[in-house]
């Protein structure tokens, strides 16, 4: 399994910058088609956009075999609610990538028996639950951050003082939201990885959201989601730092 893992590390990079140009074409796409576009540039863009996604598939064939020691390294973790979400995120992310696996294959024309529609279903069905128990390990993280921050700033006696000043019941609620966004705002500026895996996996929910009908948006804002989350992913590749642990 260790070469298909250090294979599947070597091609990453290439992957993600394959994913920012598929759905750049997609978007590109949608505007041509919204502006009135030739029939033949729409085909040419999406022919672009199919072929993208097929050497994608290619180079993912090793990332099941990834996503699996992941989750083993993860269910050693000591937090039980980290060792749950980032486990069983892990594991479905495997099941999502070996489904994507099966469709390549169909694609090629290695196994033309493939119900493509079934196994497409499949994969977005995995990446719709890995990215919910991803935006889950990130609330909980935000949410002990932001307990840790409100922490200091009761002991130095910040933010009270403003809330005390407010008359009503009104102005106290107003002035209570406006003191939790600060809150939230500042935790967030300290926590770069943390906004960024919380905005990828955001624009990443899109997507089988869209494909999987439960909630249909367009091809443009599918597709600017998912460029917008390759960006982000090709940022933690060049800065590592940036990636959130574990």
Same mark, same amino acid.
């Given at each position: 399994?260790?070469?298909?893992?250090?294979?599947s590390?070597?091609?990453?990079? !290439?992957? +993600? #910058?394959?994913?920012?140009?598929?759905?750049?074409?997609?978007?590109? *796409?949608? $505007?041509?088609?919204?502006?009135?576009a030739?029939?033949a540039?729409?085909?040419?863009?999406?022919?672009?956009? *199919?072929?993208?996604?097929?050497?994608?598939? #290619?180079?993912?064939?090793?990332?099941?075999?990834?996503?699996?020691?992941?989750?083993?390294?993860?269910?050693?973790?000591?937090?039980?609610?980290?060792?749950?979400?980032?486990?069983?995120?892990?594991?479905?992310?495997? #099941?999502?990538?070996?489904?994507?696996?099966?469709?390549?294959?169909?694609?090629?024309?290695?196994?033309? $028996?493939?119900?493509?529609?079934?196994?497409?279903?499949?994969?977005?069905?995995?990446?719709?639950?890995? =990215?919910?128990?991803?935006?889950?390990?990130?609330?909980?993280e935000?949410?002990?951050?932001?307990?840790?921050?409100? @922490?200091?700033?009761?002991?130095?006696?910040?933010?009270?003082?403003?809330?005390? /000043?407010?008359?009503? +019941?009104?102005?106290?609620? @107003?002035?209570?939201?406006?003191?939790?966004?600060? %809150?939230?705002?500042?935790?967030?500026?300290?926590n770069?990885?943390?906004?960024?895996?919380?905005? /990828?996996n955001?624009?990443?929910?899109?997507?089988? =959201?869209? !494909?999987?009908g439960?909630?249909?948006? $367009?091809? @443009?804002f599918?597709? =600017?989601?998912?460029?917008?989350?390759?960006?982000?992913?090709? %940022?933690?590749?060049l800065?590592p730092?940036?990636?959130?642990?574990?």
């Amino acid at each position: 399994m260790e070469p298909w893992v250090r294979f599947s590390a070597q091609s990453q990079a !290439k992957e +993600r #910058l394959f994913r920012a140009a598929q759905y750049a074409c997609a978007l590109a *796409a949608d $505007s041509l088609r919204r502006n009135g576009a030739s029939a033949a540039a729409l085909a040419s863009v999406r022919q672009l956009e *199919a072929h993208l996604s097929l050497g994608r598939k #290619l180079l993912r064939l090793g990332s099941a075999a990834e996503a699996v020691e992941a989750a083993k390294r993860a269910m050693h973790l000591s937090d039980t609610v980290l060792r749950f979400c980032v486990t069983l995120g892990h594991l479905n992310r495997a #099941l999502y990538l070996a489904c994507d696996n099966v469709l390549w294959a169909g694609k090629s024309g290695l196994v033309p $028996s493939v119900d493509q529609e079934k196994w497409s279903h499949r994969s977005f069905r995995y990446f719709l639950f890995a =990215l919910v128990l991803n935006l889950s390990r990130d609330a909980y993280e935000l949410r002990i951050l932001l307990e840790r921050e409100a @922490g200091g700033k009761r002991a130095k006696g910040g933010d009270s003082a403003l809330q005390a /000043r407010a008359d009503t +019941r009104l102005q106290q609620l @107003g002035l209570r939201l406006q003191l939790q966004l600060r %809150l939230l705002l500042r935790v967030l500026h300290k926590n770069p990885p943390l906004l960024l895996d919380l905005v /990828r996996n955001l624009c990443d929910l899109f997507i089988p =959201l869209d !494909k999987l009908g439960l909630y249909r948006t $367009s091809p @443009g804002f599918v597709g =600017l989601c998912g460029l917008t989350s390759s960006v982000l992913s090709i %940022l933690t590749i060049l800065h590592p730092w940036l990636k959130l642990k574990p």
